[in-house]
């Protein structure tokens, strides 16, 4: 009996030690997971108290570097004049001071626009550099008109086979957009459009207009034929230093020299001009004005104002409507001129 009495106690004795382990196995894994979660726990917590501590010293830095000479820096590129372009027709524009390129306002500056005819500003530019006289005789091929008529493009109204001084040509790219003097002047200039396309995009590089890409001469729409306001804004500016084009651009109305198709030469309209009632507003005066339409790219204006003594250049694009409703983009430089004209009149 007291040997199955001790048997007894010695199975309980290893039952009971079987438990402990069991326990103590369950302790040890638990203090392992608790000592595992305050490491990382504390690793956390250091590693935030760098980066907050390395944030505060940014900010502290940004305080200390602002404190006088970027203050100062700040102030200087804010806008001198505050002009609102919210509540114009035209979703894209940008207003700028012509001789220091100051932004004065924007509306989407730098969204892709389809340009349309404001093609015709980089067409014209290139035209003058690369046309050594103007007044010499350049011809305008039946070949350049065929696909000009199939795709209704607006023309000045030079004749297939016709024979026109460069000059007449130049205004009739900028006054009436006329499709077939841009033509005439690439194959002129280039031996094709193709090629003088490649002068265009290679201009746009050479004066920084990022995202703009021509595909043509004339704007006529391609899905990869595109701008931005504020590269028409780079272009216009860059324009208007040469002399010729400044000519060519502010001027109302021009009548080409008598030619053998035109014996009496025929007269060209500012397509700009043309929808205004008067070019005065109050405190300044509209100088000039390239327009430019499809039904793709709505209706753009790139313009040239003077209100006392600064010159004032806006690009606006994309405004709904035609040429058979009211002129939304030249309202809209009315809009934005008078607004700077009413700030400055002392009356």
Request: net charge negative; aromatic share 8%.
């Amino acid at each position: 009996m007291k040997t199955g009495s001790n048997t007894n106690k010695e199975r309980m004795r290893a039952q009971r030690l079987r438990k402990q382990r069991r326990r103590r196995r369950r302790i040890r894994r638990l203090c392992t997971v608790l000592i595992i979660l305050m490491i990382a726990g504390l690793t956390v917590f250091i590693s935030g108290r760098i980066l907050l501590g390395q944030e505060n010293k940014d900010i502290i830095s940004g305080y200390t570097a602002a404190s006088e000479p970027a203050e100062a820096e700040s102030e200087s590129e804010e806008p001198s004049l505050s002009v609102d372009v919210e509540k114009l027709y035209s979703p894209y524009c940008i207003l700028e001071q012509l001789d220091t390129g100051e932004i004065l306002a924007s509306r989407q500056k730098g969204t892709r626009i389809y340009p349309a005819s404001l093609t015709k500003i980089m067409t014209a530019i290139l035209a003058i550099e690369n046309t050594p006289d103007l007044d010499q005789t350049i011809p305008l091929p039946d070949s350049l008109f065929s696909s000009l008529y199939v795709q209704n493009a607006s023309m000045a109204g030079f004749q297939p086979g016709e024979e026109a001084r460069g000059r007449d040509l130049l205004y009739g790219i900028l006054l009436p957009s006329g499709a077939e003097c841009c033509l005439a002047f690439a194959d002129n200039i280039a031996g094709s459009e193709r090629d003088f396309v490649g002068m265009m995009n290679r201009k746009a590089d050479q004066l920084g207009m990022e995202n703009t890409h021509f595909c043509n001469s004339t704007g006529l729409h391609d899905e990869n034929h595109y701008s931005t306001a504020e590269d028409i804004a780079v272009l216009l500016r860059y324009a208007l230093n040469n002399e010729e084009f400044r000519k060519v651009f502010t001027a109302s109305r021009y009548s080409t020299s008598p030619s053998a198709l035109h014996p009496d030469g025929f007269t060209f309209y500012s397509s700009m001009f043309q929808y205004m009632e008067t070019a005065q507003f109050p405190g300044g005066e509209i100088l000039g004005g390239k327009t430019g339409y499809t039904s793709e790219a709505g209706l753009c204006l790139a313009s040239l104002a003077r209100i006392g003594d600064t010159e004032y250049i806006l690009v606006t694009a994309g405004a709904a409507g035609d040429h058979q409703t009211k002129p939304y983009h030249i309202l809209d430089a009315e809009s934005v001129y008078s607004q700077i004209g009413n700030r400055s009149d002392p009356h």
